[in-house]
């Protein structure tokens, strides 16, 4: 069995974070930065027993896939992008804005064994989808019989 870290209380600490920003005055100039590293895309992540493969899916609306990184470092998987706000936007006035802009990242710990180029990645409609092994043959368990 593969382990992934997942933290299901994501969505709720960005919720009272938000929610307690705006009680206090904090505007979104002052907390831009904090803002910026709490960004995370959703994600959904599926294992196939049959092909021996994990396939993470990304959500990443509105973001070109030129401006998406795929990196590999020490057995984890970190996926990057920056959603960037035109100027002539900027410069009108607004009522209200609900859409997100900022870099967005997300790690995973992928199964020991796996290689940088066992990772295949495809990108389409604003959806980065990630597969790669679960476990290579030399890390698969092995059974003992007893004599």
């Known amino acids: 069995m593969s382990v992934f870290y ?3 209380f994501y969505d709720v600490e960005r919720m009272l974070n938000d929610t307690f920003a705006r009680m ?3 505007n979104n100039n002052q ?5 910026e590293r709490a960004l995370r895309p959703r994600m959904d992540l599926h294992e196939d027993a049959t092909a021996n493969t994990v396939t993470a899916t990304f ?4 973001i070109k896939k030129e401006d998406v990184q795929i990196d590999v470092h020490n057995g984890r998987l970190s996926i990057s992008a920056e959603s960037t706000i035109s100027e002539e936007h900027e410069k009108d006035g607004y009522a209200i804005r609900e859409r997100r802009y900022g870099k967005l990242a997300r790690t ?14 495809s990108m389409e ?10 476990s290579t ?8 019989s007893i004599d």
């Open 125 to 134: 409609n604003g959806i980065l989808t990630v597969t790669f092994p679960k």
């Open 6 to 8: 997942y933290e299901p």
């Open 31 to 35: 907390n831009h930065n904090d803002v």
């Open 59 to 62: 959500e990443l609306p509105g």
């Open 137 to 144: 043959a030399e890390q698969a368990p092995k059974k003992i």
């Open 108 to 121: 995973l710990q992928l199964p020991q064994g796996v290689k940088e180029e066992e990772v295949k990645a």
């Open 24 to 26: 206090l005055g904090h």
